[in-house]
Each structure stands twice: as structure tokens, then as C-alpha cells.
């Protein structure tokens, strides 16, 4: 069955950098865009970043371009944000995401920390 593991989340100091990732399984990983959301404390679950399957095209929200980049490995079935200049409005539970046919997976998310 589907599977989406995060990691990398942590505490960091504001400015700071983290990378995470999500490695998947139960799906043909290269065949499907990704998406990381995010859910600040109190707050709803937003978009941050996605990438296409072959990792050509990537967006993201307002609140992170310039400052997180989305990637993918698809021999390792990992796709990756790279969060640089942490803010402490960045602090919030990280998900990776994939829309599989019509549903959506969720990994059990990372939590991210940044600290002044």
C-alpha cells in the first residue's frame, strides 16, 4: 500500500536551514508530482511547494519562494525540501502529499521548530 515517511524536521535557530525528506513506497514514485504542505500551530493546512513526476516543474507558495527549494530523486523514491532563512512563521508540522487515484496519501509529518 501506499507509504510517505518524513524526516528531517528538528529545532533551528531563525535564519537557519533544515532539509527534509519523504520516501515512498506501494506506487510507482517517478510516474506522480509531489506536494509538501504544511500546518502551522492553530492553523489549517497550506501548500508549499510541489514538483512534477520527472521533477521539471516546480511551484510554490508566496510565503516561501526565494527561501525553499523541492526536489526529487526517483531512484530513491525521495522527494526533498530544502528550507533555507527560516522564519518563525515557518514553524509548523511538514506533509509530504501525493493524489493517487483520487485520494490523497499523507506521510505522518515532520515537525519543524524555528527558534529566535
Known amino acids: 500500500q501506499v507509504q510517505l515517511v518524513e524526516s528531517g524536521g528538528g529545532l533551528v535557530q531563525l535564519g537557519g536551514s533544515l532539509r527534509l525528506s519523504c520516501v515512498a513506497s506501494g506506487f510507482t514514485f517517478s510516474n506522480y508530482g509531489m506536494k509538501w504542505y504544511r500546518q502551522p500551530p492553530g492553523k489549517e493546512r497550506e501548500l508549499v511547494a510541489s514538483i512534477t513526476r520527472a521533477g521539471g516543474i516546480t511551484n510554490y507558495a508566496d510565503s516561501v519562494k526565494g527561501r525553499f527549494t523541492v526536489s526529487r530523486d526517483n531512484a530513491k523514491k525521495t522527494v526533498y525540501l530544502q528550507m533555507n532563512s527560516l522564519k518563525s512563521e515557518d514553524t509548523a508540522v511538514y506533509y509530504c502529499?501525493?493524489?493517487?487515484?483520487?485520494?490523497?496519501?499523507w506521510g505522518q509529518g515532520t515537525q519543524v521548530t524555528v527558534s529566535s
Open positions: 502529499n501525493l493524489r493517487y487515484y483520487g485520494e490523497d496519501y
